[in-house]
T-cell receptor, first 116, second 112 residues
Framework: DGGITQSPKYLFRKEGQNVTLSCEQN?????MYWYRQDPGQGLRLIYY???????QKGDIAEGYSVSREKKESFPLTVTSAQKNPTAFYLCASSPVFWRGSNQPQHFGDGTRLSIL | DQQVKQNSPSLSVQEGRISILNCDYT??????FLWYKKYPAEGPTFLISISSIKDKNEDGRFTVFLNKSAKHLSLHIVPSQPGDSAVYFCAATYSNDYKLSFGAGTTVTVRA
């Protein structure tokens, strides 16, 4: 079955530590995205990537970093510079040209990050 | 500044009745709109979409209506079922872009 795998499902971080969230997809999608969900605020875009070795900042990129060394993988690092990292993090992927198809962004099941 | 707004955080409806979810947008360049459904601790799943060249799109129990002049769209679920209890997100995008802008979501509770 094709899909997006996010791991771990729950993650705890001590203050001052960096932590990396994993996202892997086997849908052969070129584009990948990271969102953050906070209560009452919907999904906010952190970073996105259209192609390997290229990515752009979204609306709330401060305190986060990403890499896109492989088409299938788009890990997100939450750095110590992110002052309020507790949230639900969602990874998604899509074809670049998905409009009009039945394949808009597909989402993983998310990682809940908490600060100890 | 949030370009896609869902002003009703929650909606409670009796099983078998109609659920109507509303969404407003401010960016006049948006020309493609989607609805996603999300259960707790899971990722959103795509529900239905509509292009700005249409004013209605129907898929089974789900119908989306678009009013471009009012920059407003709505999702109708008829009849509502207990499995429809979830958070519904409205999203939008525009030509030459593949990113989505999401609203804050509306939590639907279907009562037996």
């Amino acid at each position: 079955d094709g899909g997006i795998t996010q791991s771990p499902k729950y993650l705890f971080r001590k203050e001052g530590q960096n932590v990396t969230l994993s996202c892997e997809q086997n849908l052969n999608h070129d584009a990948m995205y990271w969102y953050r969900q906070d209560p009452g605020q919907g999904l906010r875009l952190i970073y996105y990537s259209q192609i390997v070795n290229d990515f752009q900042k979204g609306d709330i990129a401060e305190g986060y970093s990403v890499s896109r060394e492989k088409k299938e993988s788009f890990p997100l690092t939450v750095t110590s510079a992110q002052k309020n990292p507790t949230a639900f993090y969602l990874c998604a992927s899509s074809p670049v040209f998905w409009r009009g198809s039945n394949q808009p962004q597909h989402f993983g099941d998310g990682t809940r990050l908490s600060i100890l | 500044d949030q370009q896609v707004k869902q002003n009703s955080p929650s909606l409670s409806v009796q099983e078998g009745r109609i659920s109507i979810l509303n969404c407003d947008y401010t960016n006049s360049m948006f020309d493609y709109f989607l609805w996603y459904k999300k259960y707790p601790a899971e990722g959103p799943t795509f529900l239905i979409s509509i292009s700005s060249i249409k004013d209605k799109n129907e898929d089974g129990r789900f119908t989306v209506f678009l009013n471009k002049s009012a920059k407003h769209l709505s999702l109708h679920i008829v009849p509502s079922q207990p499995g429809d209890s979830a958070v519904y997100f409205c999203a939008a995008t525009y030509s030459n872009d593949y990113k989505l802008s999401f609203g804050a979501g509306t939590t639907v509770t279907v009562r037996a």
